[in-house]
C-alpha cells in the first residue's frame, strides 16, 4: 500500500492543491535567458551534445502541445500526495502564508523546499559518484514488487508487451540500475504504480542533483526528460519509453562522469526533505507495503498500540525543534518499523538508534533498513550509523549506556500507560545536560514547583515546553495536536538549592 496510507484512520482526508515543482534559488547570478545561445567554449562536452539533442528535438517535433494536457509538475504533484497523504507535500497557501501559519494550529508547518545546512555533513562517498562501479548488492527492485503483490493486480502497460517485459533506470550512482516492469495497476491510483515512480525518481534527481543550468535542459517543459516520457506513456508508446529511458540513462552516467554530481552536492551541503521522503516511500513501498496488514495485530489499552509520526513532522522535529546535526546522537524509544531512525540517519547524517519490542515490528524494521540502505547506496548518498535494538528500552543495557551520550531522544508515548511513562522518567537520570526529549505526552506535570518535598524528582531538571503539530503530521488523526520539547536543563534546582542555602545561613531576625 501506498506509504503510510494504510495507518491512517479510516473517514480521514487530506485535501492536496497541485502546484508546480519549486527549484531551489541559489544565490548565483540570473542564468541568461535561453532563448540567447550560450558561448560553445564554455560548455562542457555534456552540455555540448544536450544542447544539441534538445535543438534536434524541437525542430522534429510537429505536434503542438494540448494545452494543460501534459503539466507534468502537476502531475507528479497530485501522484505524489496519494502517494504520501498524511505528509501533505503539496499545500494550499503560498509561501507568505505558510510563514504566516507557522504558529498558528491547525495551520501547516513551513516550507519543505529549504534544506539544513550542516558544515560537518558529508553527503556522498567518493567511489559512489565516481567512474566506473560494476559492483551489484542485494535490493528490492522494482521488478520485485509486482512479484510480491502478486501480478494479478498489475496489467501490461503497452499492447503487445509481455508480462516480463522490463527496463533498467539509471540512478545518480556508479552503482547498479534498478529493474522497472512494463506494467501498471489493475486499478487506477492504486498501489504501487513502476512508470510513475519512475517519473518522480526523474523530478527527485532533476530537483535534488543537478546545478541551476543542467535542471532547466533535464526539465524542458517541451523536452525535458519527465515531460517526455509522460507524453509517451500517454500515448502508450513502448518504443518512445525506451528511447527516454535510455538518454536519460546516458546523460545521467555523463554527467555523472564529469563530476557534476558530486560537485553540486559538496556545494549544497544538506538534503531537501523531498529527496528524504522520496527515498522513505521507495523503501516502505518495497518492504512493510506488502506486510503492513500486521501493524494492526497491536492491542489497544496497553502499551502495544501502533501509530507513526509522519515525514514531515520528524522533519520539522530534527530541522527546527532540535537543530540536530550529523555529529549527534539520535534515539528512538518505541522505534516501530524504524521510519524515523532511517529518516534521521539520511535526513540528518547522525547516529541514529532505535528500539522497539513487538515481533512484528521489529522483523519489518530489519526489512527496511537493509532496503533502506540499499537505496541510499543507488542514490549515491551516505548516511549516519543505523542501530536497531529489540526488546523492553527500560531494560536493555545498550539502549542505558547509548541514553548517557544521546543528544535527542524520541518518545512517541501517545498511547504509553502511566507506569510506563514513568519508568522512562527514570531512565532519563542520566541524561546528559542539554540533552533534548521530544513526546506528545509531557513528562513534568503541569504547573510543576520545586519545593523541598520533591527536590529528588526528576521533574526538577526538566525544562519543558509545549509546542502544536499540525494537519497531517501523526498516521492516527488529521487534526492538530500538541507535543513537548523538554531539555534537560539543571539550573533552575541548582538556584532552588542555593537559595534554600542561603535562607538557612541567614540570621534568624532576617528570614523571611
Known amino acids: 500500500m501506498s506509504f503510510f496510507q494504510s ?6 482526508a487530506v485535501s492536496f492543491k497541485a502546484k508546480p515543482l519549486q527549484i531551489r534559488r541559489e544565490a548565483a547570478a540570473k542564468p541568461p535567458s535561453r532563448k540567447q545561445p550560450a558561448d560553445p567554449n564554455t560548455l562542457s562536452s555534456f552540455q555540448k551534445s544536450t544542447t544539441s539533442a534538445s535543438s534536434e528535438r524541437k525542430r522534429k517535433r510537429h505536434e503542438p502541445v494540448p494545452n494543460g494536457t501534459y503539466r507534468v509538475e502537476s502531475h507528479v504533484v497530485r501522484r505524489r500526495a496519494r502517494a504520501i497523504q498524511a505528509s501533505v507535500l503539496s499545500s494550499d497557501e503560498s509561501d507568505s502564508e505558510i510563514e504566516k501559519t507557522k504558529s498558528i494550529p491547525g495551520g501547516r508547518i513551513g516550507s519543505e523546499e529549504q534544506s539544513s545546512y550542516d558544515p560537518l555533513r558529508d553527503l556522498t562517498a567518493p567511489r559512489k559518484l565516481s567512474l566506473g562501479g560494476d559492483d551489484t548488492f542485494p535490493m ?4 520485485d514488487i509486482t512479484l510480491l503483490e502478486k501480478t494479478k493486480k498489475f496489467m501490461p502497460a503497452f499492447l503487445e508487451v509481455r508480462n516480463n517485459a522490463e527496463l533498467l533506470l539509471q540512478y545518480p550512482s556508479s552503482w547498479q540500475q534498478e529493474r522497472y516492469p512494463l506494467l501498471k495497476p489493475q486499478v487506477a491510483n492504486d498501489d504501487f504504480d513502476p512508470l510513475e515512480d519512475i517519473v518522480q525518481v526523474m523530478h527527485t534527481v532533476i ?7 543542467l535542471r532547466l535542459d533535464f526539465d524542458d517543459e517541451s523536452t525535458g526528460y519527465p515531460q517526455r516520457l509522460c507524453r509517451a506513456l500517454k500515448r ?9 529511458i535510455n538518454e536519460w540513462n546516458q546523460a545521467l552516467l555523463d554527467i555523472r562522469d564529469e563530476g557534476i554530481i558530486v560537485q553540486h552536492l559538496n556545494e549544497s551541503r544538506g538534503l531537501s526533505p523531498r529527496l528524504v521522503e522520496r527515498i522513505l516511500i521507495q523503501t516502505y513501498t518495497r518492504t512493510v507495503s506488502p506486510k503492513v496488514q500486521s501493524l494492526r495485530d497491536y492491542e489497544n489499552g496497553t502499551d502495544n498500540v501502533y501509530g507513526e509520526l509522519l515525514p514531515k513532522f520528524i522533519s520539522q522535529i530534527l530541522r527546527e525543534d532540535t537543530k540536530i546535526k550529523s555529529n549527534h546522537v539520535f534515539v528512538d524509544l518505541g522505534s516501530g518499523v524504524g521510519n524515523v531512525v ?8 547522525c547516529e541514529s538508534w532505535g528500539c522497539e519490542m513487538m515481533k512484528n515490528a521489529c522483523d519489518l524494521a530489519d526489512l527496511q533498513a537493509r532496503e533502506f540502505q540499499a537505496r541510499c547506496r543507488l542514490w549515491g548518498l551516505s548516511i549516519g550509523k543505523i542501530r536497531l535494538e529489540k526488546g523492553d528500552f527500560l531494560q536493555h543495557s545498550a539502549i542505558s549506556t547509548v541514553l548517557k551520550r544521546a543528544d535527542v531522544i524520541l518518545v512517541n508515548n501517545q498511547a504509553f500507560t502511566p507506569a510506563l511513562n514513568e519508568g522512562l522518567r527514570g531512565l532519563f537520570l542520566d541524561l546528559k545536560e542539554g540533552a533534548q526529549i521530544v513526546s506528545l505526552k509531557s513528562f513534568v506535570p503541569a504547573g510543576h514547583k520545586i519545593t523541598l518535598r520533591n527536590i529528588d524528582s526528576m521533574c526538577n531538571v526538566l525544562d519543558v515546553k509545549e509546542k502544536t503539530y499540525f494537519s497531517g503530521c501523526v498516521s492516527w488523526t488529521n487534526a492538530p495536536g500538541s507535543y513537548y520539547l523538554t531539555t534537560k536543563d539543571s539550573r533552575r534546582l541548582k538556584a532552588f538549592l542555593n537559595q534554600e542555602q542561603f535562607q538557612k545561613n541567614r540570621p534568624f531576625s532576617m528570614r523571611g
Open 7 to 12: 495507518l491512517q484512520k479510516p473517514g480521514t
Open 140 to 143: 528490492v527492485h522494482a521488478a
Open 207 to 213: 530537483e535534488n542533483f543537478l546545478p541551476n543550468k
Open 236 to 244: 502508450k508508446s513502448e518504443p518512445e519509453v525506451r528511447a527516454v
Open 342 to 349: 532511517l529518516q534521521a540517519a539520511l535526513e540528518v547524517g
